[in-house]
């Protein structure tokens, strides 16, 4: 199950929200590297998941939620034998970090618990049936979205240093190097960089970057770099209206040919179709 709705707005510019969705995770599935310009908070319905950002691994199950920061590399992937189910509301605005401190998220804090599970979903839903475009929709989504944050607020109030004890923060050398590659990848994507290249950035011979990749995220290096491009081709094709031979040359491919190959080689489809069918499935990125 994959549902998505972007949302184009015009009124409001303290809080407002940008897109939301479900998705219903297969085992293993993984979100990122990737970058974004917005706040985003996901929130586990069913199953178990992962969440790494900087140098921290987050065990996320039922009944927890993340955020995730604007310009921040961050990386997910769903439990190998109980993946998750879980949804998602992307926002931004003048005010939004100051109405996530009042719910008690912050960047030392991004995980918080919930028991409303069930209201947050249907929030999410009224907002995936509003298909017409206009200021009454544009009003009734903005309620929602305050109603999907005053739940966190409630939760989140009566909590007080409780993350270090609930949450498994692994701060080991392995997470550490990742992080590190996630920011020289995201630094320097638009070049063609190497896998030798990443693992003289670490100082580390190339065969034990490839050891750390494959422990810890089920990946080589090279699946890795080709994955991050192949994510932010989709995103840039979905949420921008670049040409296809612009998007390939901002991720540094030689030729939009290329990119077009690479990019059907592991979507099954092309950039155009993509595009135009909005499939926005990270399903359907395979390695």
Same mark, same amino acid.
């Given at each position: 199950?994959?549902?998505?709705?972007?949302?184009?707005?015009?009124?409001?510019n303290?809080?407002y929200?940008?897109?939301?969705?479900?998705?219903?995770?297969?085992?293993?599935h993984?979100?990122?590297?990737?970058?974004?310009?917005?706040?985003?908070?996901?929130?586990?319905?069913?199953?178990?998941?992962?969440?790494?950002?900087?140098?921290?691994?987050?065990?996320?199950?039922?009944?927890?939620?993340?955020?995730?920061?604007?310009?921040?590399?961050?990386?997910?992937?769903?439990?190998?034998?109980?993946?998750?189910?879980?949804?998602?509301?992307?926002?931004?605005?003048?005010?939004?970090? /100051?109405?996530? $401190?009042?719910?008690? =998220? @912050?960047?030392?804090? #991004?995980?918080?618990?919930?028991? %409303?599970?069930?209201?947050?979903?249907?929030?999410?839903?009224?907002?995936?049936?509003?298909?017409?475009?206009?200021?009454?929709?544009?009003?009734?989504?903005?309620?929602?979205?305050?109603?999907?944050?005053?739940?966190?607020?409630?939760e989140?109030?009566?909590?007080?240093?409780?993350?270090?004890?609930?949450?498994?923060?692994?701060?080991?050398?392995?997470?550490?190097?990742?992080?590190?590659?996630l920011?020289?990848?995201?630094l320097?994507?638009?070049?063609?960089?190497?896998?030798? /290249?990443?693992a $003289?950035?670490?100082? =580390? @011979?190339?065969?034990? #970057?490839?050891?750390?990749?494959? %422990?810890?995220?089920?990946?080589?290096?090279?699946?890795?770099?080709?994955?991050?491009?192949?994510?932010?081709?989709?995103?840039?094709?979905?949420?921008?209206?670049?040409?296809?031979?612009?998007?390939?040359?901002?991720?540094?491919?030689?030729?939009?040919?290329?990119?077009?190959?690479?990019?059907?080689?592991?979507?099954?489809?092309s950039?155009?179709?993509?595009?135009?069918?909005?499939?926005?499935?990270?399903?359907?990125?395979?390695?």
């Open positions: 199950m994959n549902s998505f709705l972007q949302f184009k707005n015009s009124i409001f303290t809080l929200m940008i897109f939301c969705g479900f998705e219903e995770c297969v085992p293993s993984s979100f990122g590297p990737a970058i974004r310009n917005c706040y985003l908070i996901h929130f586990c319905l069913d199953g178990k998941g992962t969440y790494f950002v900087k140098d921290k691994e987050y065990n996320i199950k039922k009944g927890q939620g993340f955020l995730i920061y604007p310009n921040e590399v961050t990386f997910y992937k769903a439990d190998e034998k109980d993946p998750w189910t879980y949804l998602w509301v992307a926002f931004s605005g003048s005010r939004a970090e /100051e109405y996530l $401190n009042l719910c008690g =998220l @912050n960047e030392d804090n #991004l995980v918080f618990d919930s028991n %409303k599970g069930e209201q947050l979903k249907k929030y999410v839903e009224l907002m995936l049936e509003q298909k017409e475009v206009g200021v009454k929709t544009e009003f009734f989504i903005q309620g929602l979205l305050l109603q999907f944050i005053s739940e966190i607020i409630l989140e109030c009566n909590i007080e240093q409780k993350y270090s004890e609930s949450f498994k923060l692994n701060y080991n050398l392995d997470n550490l190097y990742i992080q590190k590659a920011e020289y990848v995201n320097n994507y638009k070049n063609s960089i190497t896998v030798n /290249e990443i $003289n950035y670490l100082n =580390l @011979n190339r065969s034990y #970057l490839t050891h750390i990749f494959k %422990k810890n995220l089920n990946m080589t290096p090279q699946e890795f770099l080709l994955k991050f491009k192949i994510t932010k081709a989709s995103e840039l094709l979905h949420v921008t209206d670049y040409s296809i031979c612009v998007i390939s040359n901002i991720l540094g491919y030689e030729s939009e040919s290329s990119f077009i190959r690479m990019f059907k080689k592991f979507t099954g489809v950039p155009s179709k993509y595009r135009k069918d909005k499939l926005y499935n990270f399903n359907n990125i395979k390695f």
